[in-house]
């Protein structure tokens, strides 16, 4: 099964070696780059569903928060830490 996982954009890298947006996912701690090719209203702050290196929909913090507590249920956050609110 995938999961699109969700993470908190970082940083909005503009002048990528691929030529597209690309950016700085914060996934519990864990830094990862995503390209915004399909969500370019993405902004430094939000919450974004990624799958595969490519953030398909930006989403708010409390639905994120729902995501990573139903991954917690399923054991699937073992190596991240759950962001807390505030």
């Given amino acids: 099964m ?3 996982v969700p993470g908190k954009v970082v940083e909005i890298v ?4 691929l030529g597209m947006t690309m950016a700085k996912i914060s996934f519990g ?3 990862k780059e995503a ?3 399909y969500v370019p209203e993405a902004q430094a702050g939000d ?4 799958h595969a290196g490519f953030a398909l929909s930006v989403i708010d913090e409390e639905e994120a928060m729902e995501v990573f507590e139903m991954l917690k249920q ?6 991240l830490e759950i962001p807390r609110e505030g």
């Fill in 29 to 31: 701690g864990i830094i």
């Fill in 47 to 50: 919450y974004v569903i990624v």
């Fill in 35 to 37: 390209c915004l090719a």
């Fill in 74 to 79: 399923m054991e699937e956050l073992s190596e």
């Fill in 2 to 4: 995938c999961l699109g």
């Fill in 14 to 17: 503009e002048e990528s070696p």
